[in-house]
């Protein structure tokens, strides 16, 4: 039993941040708890450094992190955790593209942050980011949604911590069905500030990316794009079973040429 738990860390590990579970297999060398963990502790660091270091030669970048509300850029991880756990690498290209994106946003409304929720782990294309359904080529990106409160824009702010499941409500076609990603959280709403979406942002940021050549597509909620009149034609709805985009936007660049 002693065996299958410790499989099932190094798996989990494994799946949340890719390189954890490395790290527990080198500390499992400790026969203590507190020194096992301190070696954990201080490979995980380690192999997160190298990563900044070798993820280039597999094509891969990171993404800045300044952390949350700390607007030392036009482009930002929302949260510190997302780049502990090693999910804000992407391709060259799409660094580029996200750039230049919040510049332009930047440019249009000073002040504007635009900050990634969550992108792709450093190596291994067709390797999952759990929940993510396509996050497995350094190609797709999550953006947290522009909020305001009392009309004033809020920088560098979101309305849950991670820039998640602070769903934007309104109405939804899509049946219940099991198994599925699309969770309502009902229970968890109550506990998130009333901040207003920008409208005159979001529907910007829309029109940025669809005049961008280097963006496939944009998925964002059918009745969020209704009530910001953005029907631009690179937006679509990401399916029923996918995790609901009221909380957010996911963007993913334009297949390869070839």
Same mark, same amino acid.
């Given at each position: 039993?002693?065996?299958?738990?410790?499989?099932?860390?190094?798996?989990? $590990?494994?799946?949340? *941040?890719?390189?954890?579970?490395?790290?527990?297999?080198?500390?499992?060398?400790?026969?203590?708890?507190?020194?096992?963990?301190? /070696?954990?502790?201080? !490979?995980?660091?380690?192999?997160?450094?190298?990563? /900044?270091?070798?993820?280039?030669?597999?094509?891969?970048?990171?993404?800045?992190?300044?952390?949350?509300? +700390?607007?030392?850029?036009?482009?930002?991880?929302? !949260?510190?955790?997302?780049?502990?756990?090693?999910?804000?690498?992407?391709?060259? #290209? $799409?660094?580029? *593209?996200?750039?230049?994106?919040?510049? *332009?946003?930047?440019?249009?409304?000073?002040?504007?942050?635009?900050?990634? /929720? @969550?992108?792709?782990?450093?190596?291994?294309?067709?390797?999952?980011?759990?929940?993510?359904? !396509?996050?497995? @080529?350094?190609?797709?990106?999550?953006?947290?949604?522009?909020?305001?409160? &009392?009309?004033?824009?809020?920088?560098?702010?979101?309305?849950?911590? =991670?820039?998640?499941?602070?769903?934007?409500?309104?109405? !939804?076609?899509?049946?219940?069905?099991?198994?599925?990603?699309?969770? #309502?959280?009902?229970?968890?709403?109550? =506990?998130?500030? &009333?901040?207003?979406? @920008?409208?005159?942002? *979001?529907?910007?940021?829309?029109?940025?990316?669809?005049? &961008?050549?280097?963006?496939?597509?944009?998925?964002?909620?059918? +009745?969020?794009?209704?009530?910001?009149?953005?029907?631009?034609?690179?937006?679509?709805?990401?399916?029923?079973?996918?995790?609901? +985009?009221?909380?957010?936007?996911? /963007?993913? $660049?334009?297949?390869?040429?070839?």
């Amino acid at each position: 039993m002693r065996y299958i738990l410790q499989g099932f860390l190094i798996l989990g $590990l494994t799946f949340l *941040t890719q390189i954890g579970g490395v790290a527990w297999l080198l500390s499992l060398s400790m026969p203590r708890r507190t020194l096992r963990l301190a /070696l954990f502790a201080l !490979s995980y660091l380690v192999l997160w450094a190298a990563c /900044l270091w070798l993820a280039p030669l597999g094509g891969r970048v990171a993404l800045p992190c300044h952390g949350t509300g +700390h607007a030392t850029g036009p482009l930002e991880m929302r !949260s510190w955790l997302t780049c502990a756990l090693n999910r804000n690498y992407v391709t060259p #290209d $799409l660094k580029a *593209t996200l750039e230049r994106t919040a510049q *332009t946003m930047q440019d249009r409304h000073p002040g504007t942050i635009t900050q990634v /929720l @969550d992108a792709n782990f450093p190596f291994i294309d067709g390797f999952p980011l759990l929940p993510h359904l !396509s996050h497995k @080529d350094g190609r797709k990106a999550d953006l947290a949604l522009y909020y305001m409160r &009392d009309g004033q824009y809020l920088a560098g702010k979101t309305r849950s911590p =991670l820039g998640y499941f602070a769903f934007q409500q309104g109405p !939804s076609d899509c049946p219940r069905k099991w198994p599925t990603l699309r969770w #309502d959280m009902g229970w968890l709403q109550g =506990l998130f500030p &009333d901040y207003q979406l @920008d409208p005159q942002r *979001t529907r910007d940021l829309l029109a940025v990316l669809q005049a &961008d050549p280097a963006i496939g597509k944009v998925f964002l909620e059918p +009745h969020l794009v209704a009530e910001i009149g953005a029907n631009e034609p690179k937006i679509r709805f990401q399916g029923c079973r996918a995790a609901r +985009h009221d909380d957010h936007l996911h /963007l993913q $660049l334009a297949p390869r040429d070839g």
